[in-house]
């Protein structure tokens, strides 16, 4: 094991699904022409969570969602030049791996607040803490939270979120546990 990597591994030619959920993390990569665009149902989900947090003063941007496997591998690249391998690791998934893939990865941050976007001082702001709390009622999960990074291989991101639907979302958030814990794919 390499940073939740299994070495040598070769990317899938289907993408997999546990209990009817589709998963992308370090052990469970997705086709390279997995090609999907951004969700339609998870946009639409978004509009609404963001229609209510502007009822309460703040402004909800989706500043990166779907990404291509080409894209993510330009990203990652670029992240191991600047900070090395292990170092990019911890905050971007190699190409195949990324939830972004899924069209399901809603990166969100604040408009006007954009020094805060992709920090983690955006989780103890109003916006962060408010989208923390109530996510899940619109089918969103923190994907990556605190304290939790030797399970889901990555370090607190407050500004990610993953589109379940409301229901399996809302069972998510109250098990208190990450989405690899509540699938029984922790080990």
Avoid: C
């Avoid at 997705?30 to 989900?45: F, M, Q």
């Avoid at 709390?133 to 089918?139: D, T």
């Amino acid at each position: 094991e390499n940073n939740g990597y299994i070495e040598g591994q070769t990317l899938p030619s289907e993408p997999t699904y546990i209990k009817g959920v589709l998963i992308a993390n370090k052990k469970y990569p997705l086709p390279k022409d997995y090609a999907p665009g951004e969700n339609v149902e998870a946009r639409a989900a978004f509009e609404l969570m963001a229609q209510e947090a502007k009822t309460l003063g703040f402004e909800l941007v989706a500043f990166s969602t779907y990404r291509s496997y080409e894209y993510q591998e330009l990203l990652y690249n670029k992240y191991v030049e600047r900070d090395g391998k292990e170092n990019a690791d911890r905050y971007s998934a190699r190409p195949g791996y990324s939830e972004h893939q899924t069209g399901l990865a809603f990166d969100i941050g604040e408009k006007g607040r954009e020094d805060l976007w992709l920090t983690e001082a955006f989780g103890q702001s109003e916006a962060g803490k408010w989208l923390a709390e109530n996510a899940h009622r619109y089918g969103f999960i923190l994907r990556y939270p605190k304290g939790k990074e030797h399970i889901t291989g990555y370090m607190y991101e407050s500004w990610h979120f993953r589109y379940l639907g409301v229901e399996l979302a809302t069972k998510v958030k109250d098990s208190g546990l990450t989405l690899e814990e509540y699938l029984g794919i922790d080990k």
